[in-house]
Each structure stands twice: as C-alpha cells, then as structure tokens.
C-alpha cells in the first residue's frame, strides 16, 4: 500500500515539476536572466525605454494642456459665471505682480 501510495505522490510531483518547467520556459525565464548578466545591453534596453516613456509623457502633457486650453477658451466664449471669475482673478493677481 505505501509502495502504491509512493509511486502516486512521485507521479504528481513529476507532473508538477513538468508544468513548472513549461511556465518557466513561457516566462521566457532563461532569456532574461541571459539579459541580466549582459549589463550594456541593459542599461541600453533601460535608456530606450526611459525615452520611450519621457516621449510618450511630453506627448500625453501637451495633449491635455491642449485640451485644458480649449475648454477654458470655450468657457470665456460661454461666459460661465465661475471659472471666469477665477481666470478674471488670476489675471489681476498677475497683473499687480508685474507691476
């Protein structure tokens, strides 16, 4: 009965060990470990990823800068009683500043 038992655990140990190695080679596990002992290749993969992200930053600012721009543009030709009151109020703060 133990020898049964045994030979049970041995056989689903053996099938967990497989599926590991299997998920391990979907990781792409041994590629980035390769990865990590060439160091220039990953500080040059790392400083095209930084420019990547500082591109996609300034693209995303101006997008949003553009489209701040054009709502209160719109609010001035609306005349809304609140937001123009606020701009009225930083345009006379910056004005006695300048002064």
Excluded: C, W
């Excluded at 979907?26 to 390769?34: D, I, S």
């Excluded at 930084?50 to 997008?63: C, E, K, P, S, Y």
């Excluded at 609306?78 to 345009?91: K, Q, T």
């Amino acid at each position: 009965m133990d020898e049964g038992f045994d030979q049970k655990v041995i056989q689903q140990l053996t099938k967990k060990v497989e599926e590991l190695a299997i998920y391990m080679e979907k990781m792409k596990l041994a590629e980035y470990v390769e990865l990590l002992g060439n160091i220039p290749r990953l500080l040059f993969l790392n400083f095209i990823s930084g420019l990547a992200r500082g591109l996609g930053m300034a693209v995303g600012f101006t997008i949003l800068g553009a489209v701040v721009i054009y709502l209160l543009q719109r609010s001035f030709v609306r005349n809304l009683p609140l937001i123009g009151r606020f701009i009225a109020d930083i345009v006379v703060i910056v004005q006695d500043h300048l002064k």
